[in-house]
Antibody
Framework: QVQLQESGPGLVKPSETLSLTCSVS?????????WGWIRQPPGKGLEWIGS???????YYGPSLRGRVTISLDTSKNQISLKVTSVTAADTAVYYC???????????????WGQGTLVTVSS | EIVLTQSPGTLSLSPGERATLSCRAS???????LAWYQQKPGQAPRLLIY???TRATGVPDRFIGSGSGTGFTLTIFRLEPEDFAVYHC?????????FGQGTKVELK
């Protein structure tokens, strides 16, 4: 059974870079799934950040495009997230998730990590 | 970008009652690429429904997804104590994938 676990600093200063890693166990990231990041600001709804396929490039949602990088290390079974120039608006619980392919790029998220809270504050 | 609006914001019900949750899209969701998730406090979302009406593995049959186009519904028949949670809809037919703001099903 696949398990995902996010890790990284819980506190980041404004204007710095947020870096998170998601370790995947019980499943090979080279299999036919997408891997994505979703975030949830305190008390608010979910927001898709971006996803990538093991053999393709990442694609991102509009809200963080230009500041976000998602990458995959299949040798370590890890997916990483970097968000540059963070502000208080980036404070959220960040989830990594496995995307089950519906068709082409389209996918829904069938397994999620527990999430990690990142606070942006000086 | 497709905006998903969920209603009501909060639903106050008792165990054994039926919950009807709505998810309306600002434009048609192609091929019913719509999912529903359940989220309990302090936990990650859990996939319930995909393709508008297909239950995910292990999801009880009291959860029924329906709808197409711009209107989708999640019905929970005979609420169990463990069903009180927040429910999110997500469309994955048109990038960027978007979520609704959630409906909270609370104990009356």
């Amino acid at each position: 059974q696949v398990q995902l676990q996010e890790s990284g600093p819980g506190l980041v200063k404004p204007s710095e870079t947020l870096s998170l890693t998601c370790s995947v166990s019980g499943f090979s990231m080279r299999s036919g799934y997408y891997w994505g990041w979703i975030r949830q600001p305190p008390g608010k709804g979910l927001e898709w950040i971006g996803s990538l396929y093991h053999s393709g490039g990442p694609y991102y949602g509009p809200s963080l495009r230009g500041r976000v990088t998602i990458s995959l290390d299949t040798s370590k079974n890890q997916i990483s997230l970097k968000v540059t120039s963070v502000t208080a608006a980036d404070t959220a619980v960040y989830y990594c998730a496995r995307g089950s392919v519906a068709a082409g790029l389209r996918h829904y998220f069938d397994s999620w990590g527990q999430g990690t809270l990142v606070t942006v504050s000086s | 970008e497709i905006v998903l609006t969920q209603s009501p914001g909060t639903l106050s019900l008792s165990p054994g009652e039926r919950a009807t949750l709505s998810c309306r899209a600002s434009q048609s969701v192609s091929s019913s690429y719509l999912a529903w998730y359940q989220q309990k406090p302090g936990q990650a979302p859990r996939l319930l429904i995909y393709g508008a009406s297909t239950r995910a593995t292990g999801v009880p049959d009291r959860f029924i997804g329906s709808g197409s186009g711009t209107g989708f519904t999640l019905t929970i028949f005979r609420l169990e104590p463990e069903d009180f949670a927040v429910y999110h809809c997500q469309q994955y037919g048109n990038s960027p994938w978007t979520f609704g703001q959630g409906t909270k099903v609370e104990l009356k």
